[in-house]
């Protein structure tokens, strides 16, 4: 059976091998424990047909002395108005009409073999995205094989899962097209020509938009684009949201078009997450770029005192509701991540002077969000001081779910003078941003606030976040005391390019830079920037997490920072250079290791890959280091 649902518990390795996202794609499924089988997914839309989809499915046996026998349950399930959404079925086609799609059909066909069994199942279920228990509960011993019992139960016009069953015998092939019963796919087409025209044309553009990717880099490089392209995902549905005076408010058609970073831990969108997948988006594909960022600010809260705020997880559905515990379906108000989506915008304008129609557009949405950080994220006593609220994990070294670094150790108490270093860099990154924004859409008042910010937001970052002593940016806590740790966050002002450049003669870029350069801290000639240092009290002290381990969207961010101060500090562009060395050959490596695929994240002390493969998230950064986009 090939499974709706991702999951490590049954031991089956799944890959993204090619495609890119919107036309074509393939996928390996390897099951070398159960059934012994490798079964391969090849999808493909025909430029004739619109709304049409070709799925070509084979499957043989991994064991040359001894061929499987293999149940493929093919499915359409609906889960709208069911006086106007329908289904109908039998052992080769489930018809039916959707309020998007309108009328539609799938069709299955055999292309080698006829199969040994086949059967169909037609139902009304109260959980239409959960099929692989509706197949278990309605399976019965008939002559062939376990097979569904070729009716539908209950009332044809009620119908909202429809499902046909073959069963073959390894090697088998098998095509099933997705179409309008108005506009079928032609019985010429040629899956095979099709797949080769998108591919060719993802070659062609991948040579234009990465031209610095090193041949020897090329197909690892093209690997972790369609990697992540594979996750592109639509969500809609019930979405929940509570107020932190206990109102619980739900959205019942809430949509979202966003990536996910993990089909099996991380099936759904994350806020900060998203504004990384974007950085390779908008110089990949524009268009889809505005509609994904467009999709993620219409979901913001646009009235009252939580104005532009934005959930730091979205739950979006019934099935993605499936896929999480129950008390995570809910959006607590007030709690967010880091506003990565900015620094992203902030790119796509450069690179794209011609786009302030689009800024316009989004322009109103960002000021509510930068607003929301700006009046719910300061300190009690000064309004452009900032820290994240609340404290997580142990009493000896608390951490902070909303900064997006979790278990990244901070003071162990919430102190009401506290300043934290990242979230300080942060909205001084986005005031900076705002008011470039504003002067292109001339929005002259707003500029000079956002200037006024800026300036205001870094004064403290450069006087309180400062620790002499230790010649590093730490979370300030109060007057001669410090949250004493290092890693990620001595880094932010050099990540967020905020320090003066100063013709070089910056003591405090010099100090980070010699930090990138001390032996045994927080740089591994293996693996790249560790998140806090082998010599840190906190170190894994929490795990292999944000204590120590190797994230590459902030390595990625760090490398960016180089690039930018290189041509007045000498040093930044050695340290910038052997750090993409590292990464590049660290990240392959395991790559080549694993047969295709990358992690979550690398180990801290000999890079090795660990968590969430295959991972679709923000360690793709590692294609625009390769490519040299900064």
């Known amino acids: 059976m090939i499974r709706e649902v991702c999951s490590y518990d049954d031991r089956v390795d799944f890959r993204s091998t090619e495609g890119d996202g919107l036309n074509f794609g393939v996928t390996s499924i390897q099951d070398d424990w159960f059934m012994d089988v490798t079964i391969t997914e090849e999808w493909v839309k025909p430029e004739t047909s619109n709304n049409s989809v070709a799925l070509r499915i084979t499957g043989v046996s991994n064991n040359k002395d001894e061929e499987a026998y293999v149940s493929v349950y093919t499915y359409v399930s609906i889960s709208g108005d069911q006086s106007t959404e329908t289904l109908t079925c039998d052992s080769k086609t489930i018809s039916g009409h959707s309020n998007d799609y309108g009328d539609f059909e799938l069709v299955v066909k055999s292309q080698n073999q006829e199969p040994i069994a086949l059967s169909y199942l037609g139902l009304n279920s109260s959980h239409p995205y959960e099929v692989s228990s509706t197949i278990s509960e309605n399976m019965g011993r008939y002559k062939h094989a376990w097979q569904l019992p070729n009716k539908t139960i209950g009332a044809v016009s009620e119908t909202n899962v429809g499902i046909i069953e073959k069963v073959f015998q390894t090697p088998f092939t098998l095509t099933v097209y997705l179409q309008s019963p108005s506009e079928p796919i032609p019985e010429s087409f040629d899956s095979d020509d099709q797949k080769e025209k998108y591919q060719n044309d993802f070659d062609q553009k991948f040579a234009t938009k990465f031209p610095n990717v090193a041949p020897e880099n090329t197909d690892f490089a093209k690997n972790v684009l369609n990697t992540l392209l594979n996750g592109l995902s639509y969500f809609s549905g019930e979405r929940i949201i509570k107020y932190p005076n206990g109102t619980v408010q739900t959205f019942a058609n809430s949509e979202l078009f966003s990536f996910i970073p993990n ?103 960002l000021q509510m969000t930068y607003n929301f950080y700006f009046e719910h994220c300061h300190i009690k006593s000064d309004k452009y001081s900032f820290k994240w609220p609340g404290r997580t994990y142990g009493a000896d070294f608390g951490g902070t779910l909303d900064s997006g670094l979790d278990d990244y150790p901070r003071y162990h108490l919430e102190v009401d003078t506290e300043i934290d270093i990242d979230l300080q860099a942060w909205m001084a990154s986005c005031s900076l941003i705002m008011k470039k924004f504003a002067s292109l859409v001339g929005d002259t008042t707003n500029e000079a606030l956002y200037q006024s910010n800026y300036e205001k937001t870094t004064n403290i970052l450069f006087t309180k976040n400062w620790n002499d002593e230790k010649s590093l940016y730490q979370d300030y806590i109060e007057p001669g005391l410090f949250s004493d740790h290092t890693g990620y966050l001595n880094l932010f002002t050099l990540l967020l390019k905020l320090e003066p450049i100063d013709n070089g003669n910056n003591d405090r870029v010099n100090a980070i830079l010699d930090l990138l350069t001390k032996e045994n801290s927080i740089l591994s000639e293996i693996g790249g920037i560790r998140s806090l240092s082998v010599d840190d009290s906190g170190f894994v002290i929490s795990g292999n997490y944000w204590c120590g381990a190797i994230w590459i969207n902030l390595n990625y961010l760090a490398l960016s920072g180089l690039k930018y101060y290189e041509p007045y500090y000498p040093k930044a562009q050695t340290i910038r250079e052997n750090l993409e060395n590292i990464l590049i050959t660290n990240m392959k490596k395991e790559y080549e290791k694993e047969s295709g695929g990358i992690f979550e994240i690398y180990l801290p002390y000999d890079g090795e890959g660990y968590s969430n493969l295959p991972f679709a998230g923000w360690s793709t950064l590692i294609l625009l280091i390769m490519a040299q986009i900064y």
């Open 263 to 365: 089909k099996v831990y991380f099936p759904r969108p994350f806020f900060w997450d998203e504004g990384f997948h974007d950085m390779i988006i908008h110089r990949w594909d524009p268009e889809l770029f505005k509609k994904i960022i467009n999709s993620w600010f219409d979901i913001q809260v646009t009235d009252g005192e939580w104005s532009g705020w934005i959930a730091r997880e979205q739950i979006i559905g019934k099935e993605a509701q499936s896929r999480c515990p129950e008390w995570a379906w809910t959006g607590i108000v007030g709690t967010m991540n880091p506003p990565v989506f900015y620094i992203t915008l902030e790119q796509f304008i450069t690179e794209n002077p011609d786009e302030i129609t689009f800024l316009k557009e989004i322009y109103p949405k």
